[in-house]
């Protein structure tokens, strides 16, 4: 009787995804030099906590 829950659906797999690319262009393309783009690529990867931060900061105003 073990019931399986499934945590992560395609669905929001392809929006993280999605999310991923739009976020490494524009983490990437507002870089000044090299190191700055390979922290905008490590910025678009965790980019899910900025919009968690942002709502947050609109939620408590």
Known sequence: M???M?????????VYGLGLIGAAIYFIGTA???WMGVLGFLKAIVWPVFL?????????M
């Open 6 to 14: 499934q945590t992560c659906t395609p669905a929001s797999g392809a």
């Open 2 to 4: 073990k019931e399986k």
């Open 32 to 34: 000044t030099s090299f």
């Open 52 to 60: 968690v931060l942002a709502a947050f900061k609109e939620l408590a």
